[in-house]
């Protein structure tokens, strides 16, 4: 393709949400076709993150979350790869918004492997002798079974858990979401949830 249609630049950067270089690239690489276009973004995305998987998280930024009320609260480790990173707006925004969320919810782990094998085990056995006693067919209670951990682990796993703010999204969408904007590596290290009297 010779020149670049400017209205599809256009489209396909409010469709994809990607920089005008990477948009004129994609319809220089697909001659002009939006949805081929948008395909190869979200190949070149999937691509540049896993090799972002890759790379050490070793700088970031710890912060915490109070209640108006002092009665509920949360401390928040994210790792980056740069300090520079660890600076921006985003990335502080995002520690700051998983902070308040982390003190919002129940969550207990970061990421369901995390979730030791002995406790899964004992969630999916307990889940399938509820479904027995329930008098629930043989040939469903594994579906039965998978679908009660999967609900469980969206209670207590952080990155799955629909985001407070936004329930469309979840905990890992926004990390990823940062991290494409920063394009480098962001992983939620660990947390802590304090509510007054409780241990």
Known sequence: MEKVNVQQLKELRARTGAGVMECRQA???TN???EQAAEWLR???AE???RREERTTDEGWITSYLHH???????????????????TDAFRTLVRN?????AASGATMVE???????????????????ARAAGKPDEVIPRIVEGRTAAHLREVVLMEQPWIRDPERTISDLVKEVSELVGERIRIRRFARFRMGEE
Do not use: I, Y
């Open 48 to 50: 540049e993150a896993a």
């Open 27 to 29: 319809l220089e690489e």
């Open 98 to 102: 998983v902070a308040e969320h982390v």
């Open 69 to 87: 009320d002092g009665k509920l609260g949360a401390l928040v480790e994210v790792n980056c790869e740069t300090d520079f990173v660890a600076r």
């Open 112 to 130: 369901r492997a995390t979730v030791p094998v002995e406790e899964l085990r004992m969630l999916r056995r307990t889940f399938e002798e509820q």
């Open 32 to 34: 002009g076709h939006l």
């Open 43 to 45: 190949r070149k995305v």
